[in-house]
């Protein structure tokens, strides 16, 4: 069994995460890609899309303004002229806004890609994956971070870019409309004339909307971002309890699981209720706000028409244009929530980029320090440990001053405490930094370290047998062989089967299956933690001396406490954890290798 480890200690305070400027250097790396040209061409085109689009809203507010001059004319010759024009903007309209989101939607999959990309090649880089459990910050479920606030940061950063410009130029453009056909008007009880007086109101109104929008969408933003971490917090829980169903069945943990669930979704529904209590507030002032705006433009603009100062094409173009403005004005407002969305997914993309950053950091500068394991490659076959310290995540020295020498070939007993067995297991594999000293492997990375339980990917049982190397670079009868090796003959006539192997065999088997990959790839190094200790002594006896016939020129050092395996090995290291100031070092023991 692994020991439980604490978590480290917190690091000093971070600095303020800037994330909108990290996000936005994320997307010039985008903009900057080796794909940069199919990039910028795919946004431009998306740029003289969304120009179209409001060049055709133009164009309808003039269609509209001649259609009611028309039928105040009770014209029908121009009735029926309007309704051919109306029949091609129609036409341009649906082509436009088709392709439109066509293009949008291919810009959003394809930064998502790119993103997701980037992060992944983080999160597997040298181990992050795992050492980023231990690490400070706050980069909790970050497979949820990259597969889902990935999805929607991207999506709504392309969505708003998108309403924004259309928004800006929609208010260029209907300005100048609106100064065109709404004249002037005297301030009441006054002989003053205010030009343009329809652009000012609607500059007013909307100003006033935005902001009384944002004073009530400031709660808005700070709930979305708590509920889409408890919702994140909700899912890993779950999908943890489906991940080892097994072991919470076996020990009846239905209940204790079920709290844990009712826990977290009580977290969700305090979350809810929140950001419910702030959506009541914003909703409430827009729908007032909405519905007031159809009506607003005509209420002040009738004095003209009733004074024939306009005539209604005039007056309706006018009211049109001023709900287009004001609209226009009003993208804070309309899009507050979509806004708070993406702030909080950006959020949780940015602090598990910096997290992970830092951790690329701590690799670059790997073995300059005291409090780092140097892990490095030899030219020669032999590994080589030089004044080794392990400590524990939270600092506490559990090894230390601890030397050894491996030639190619020898064959080493490791036992001991387990939390310095394991640990060492670790440091060796690169996934244990914390300590100090050297650790030089063997030239190349023929080096296969199994631990106590195999990793089983979902597939067909050749691929997992083969894992990680590609299936198809072993023959029928090779894998045949290695499973009758690892005493799983059995297996051999489901080698093409698709399963869930971790559930779908015990654990001797999977145990079994791991031993496998060794009589398989057949590495010139194995590392073992472990990994027999599901076996009895007569199978875990047998399986030593199928390793010392199969793999005869490989070097083996196998963690193990069970007793009555001495003789298979050169060598044999006592570990054992250090005791208060006193180090307890390892003792080294010569075995005699018994012909097998």
Known sequence: MQPTLSHPEPHPEPRPRRSGRQFARMARD???????????????????????????????????????????????????????IFVLIFVLTMAVTALHMHVKRWVQLDWRRWMTSLLLDQWMDHAHHYRLQYAAGEHDNPDGRIAEDIRIATEAAVGLAHSLLFSVLVLGSFVDILLSVSGSANLPGTSIAVPGYLVLMAFLYAGVGTVFGLMLGRPLIRSTNKLQSVEANLRYGLARAREHSESIALLHGEPSERRNADGLFTDVGHGWNRQTLAYLGIVSFSTGYGTLLPVFPILIAAPQYIAGAMSLGLLMQAAQAFQRLTSALSWPIDNLGEIARCRASIERIVTLHQDMQVLEQEDREHGHGEQRIDVQHSSHQELDIRGLRLASPNGNTLLKDFNLHVRHGERILITGDPAVTISLFKAVAGLWPWGGGEIILPAGRDIMFIPQRPFLPEGSLRAVLSYPQDAAGYSTACLHRALECAGIAWLAPRLEEHDDWSRALPLRAQQRLGIARLFLQQPGWVFIEEATDAFDSKDEIDTMELLHHELPNSTLLNISRHNGMDHFYDRKLVLNRLRGQKTAPASIEPVALPEV
Request: aromatic share 12%; no cysteine; hydrophobic share 55%.
């Open 30 to 84: 985008y903009w900057n890609s080796e794909r940069r040209w199919t990039v910028r061409g795919a946004v431009l085109l998306l740029i003289l899309l969304t120009v179209a689009q409001v060049g055709l809203a133009i164009w309808v507010s003039y269609w509209h303004r001649e259609l009611f001059d028309a039928l105040e004319a009770r014209s029908l010759g121009d009735l029926l002229r309007l309704v051919m």
